[in-house]
């Protein structure tokens, strides 16, 4: 029995989300080139502006790929409200609903886009279309501040490039009008997008720095919270466990007990490893004298095992109070 959905749905909210800002990055960089009329040798401007297009369509599809990747994933249910309405969501609320603001800022841009030298002059159309920086500033905030790898080094890197590169072209495309006026500005440019890319390593390492837990780890100690159904007849009954892990690394366990009065007639055990989605198959081995416990042994594909210790007390019902669960190898 598989326990959870696929993680095929973890991963794809993942990658589209940093080729999404990936995207989104190229997209403000191109608009930045041709905002500041640079001709770039043998790249026509309808060249860029081609490239620039596509670079916008691909980013909003990502961004797609990535909502509906979160809205079908087990690992961290969102609901349809959580995933529209900014602010309402119980992960990380804030940093979660910049990501909504700019998602929704996105497609607002997109529709502005449509409706240019159609409904919208040129000049209404270009104000309208700064909004495409709170976009960028939007996503960079929510990725560093609620992105499942905000504190990797790869991610972090991506995060100091794209914001070196926009800051520093942005300054650059600020002060246009001084340098045709002949001033030299010297190294400002650079030295803007240098101070972003410094921010934005102090804020991965600092304050948004966040504690990765271990992959598949052997060995850990989680809360338990589940519920025990029984289903007794006459001469044979089945006990089962359904429960949650979460902690220092979070699963899912099931324990399954074939009994008959006065002994236990066999038994099965699997516990699911989150978000990896792989699953320790095994049996139990002793329970608790008083009922509220179990020790269990499995083994992974690769042939690992695992020992498993859970506790509880008694609670309203069906449910585990107080749970504990803990691994070792």
């Not at 993942?14 to 930045?32: E, I, K, N, Q």
């Not at 246009?176 to 030299?184: H, V």
């Amino acid at each position: 029995m598989h326990l959870t959905t696929s993680p095929v749905a973890w991963y794809a909210a993942r990658a589209g989300g940093v080729v999404a800002y990936l995207l989104l990055t190229a997209t403000v960089l191109l608009g930045l080139t041709m905002s500041s009329r640079r001709r770039i040798e043998r790249w026509p401007r309808i060249a860029i502006e081609d490239v620039h297009r596509f670079c916008a369509f691909a980013a909003g599809t990502f961004v797609a790929i990535h909502i509906l990747a979160i809205a079908i994933d087990a690992y961290l249910p969102f609901s349809l409200k959580s995933l529209v309405v900014p602010f309402v969501s119980r992960y990380r609320p804030a940093w979660v609903g910049l990501g909504i603001v700019a998602a929704e800022l996105m497609l607002a841009v997109a529709i502005t886009n449509r409706l240019r030298n159609r409904v919208l002059s040129y000049p209404t159309w270009r104000k309208l279309h700064y909004a495409t920086f709170g976009v960028w500033g939007g996503a960079t905030i929510h990725g560093i501040g609620s992105g499942t790898d905000r504190s990797s080094f790869w991610l972090a890197g991506i995060e100091m490039a794209a914001a070196g590169a926009v800051l520093g072209l942005l300054t650059w495309r600020l002060v246009q009008p001084r340098i045709r006026a002949g001033a030299d500005v010297g190294y400002l440019p650079a030295g803007v997008g240098a101070a972003a890319s410094t921010a934005m390593l102090v804020l991965a390492l600092g304050p948004f720095h966040a504690h990765t837990k271990p992959w598949n780890a052997a060995s850990f100690s989680d809360r338990l919270d589940g519920r025990i159904v029984r289903r007794t007849a006459t001469t044979r009954g089945i006990v089962s466990l359904a429960g949650t892990g979460r902690g220092d690394q979070n699963v899912l366990v099931r324990a399954d007990l074939l009994i008959a009065p006065e002994q236990v007639l066999g038994t099965a055990f699997q516990m699911e490893y989150l978000p990896s989605g792989d699953v320790c198959r095994g049996d139990v081995t002793g329970i608790a004298q008083n009922g509220l416990g179990f020790d269990a042994t499995c083994r992974m594909k690769d042939g690992e095992s695992r020992f498993l210790h859970a506790t509880w007390l008694d609670g309203p019902g069906a449910a585990l109070s107080g749970g504990t669960l803990e691994s070792t190898d």
